[in-house]
């Protein structure tokens, strides 16, 4: 290994990165529209899941 951060915990910590922020906007958007937290709250689990899984995949191929 040449590098200190290998390939797959770049991408895990792109992946700690990516959901955090996924977390900062439905945060963000149901204060400005409470009325559609319950889409917002599907689509960020959704979102956070897939990220996740990119992280997961990378662990097992690097």
Known sequence: MTSLIS???????????GIGLIGMKAAESTGRN????GKVMTISILLAALVEGVAFVAIFMG
């Open 7 to 17: 390939t797959a915990g770049a991408a895990v910590l792109g992946a700690g990165i």
């Open 34 to 37: 409470p009325s559609a937290s």
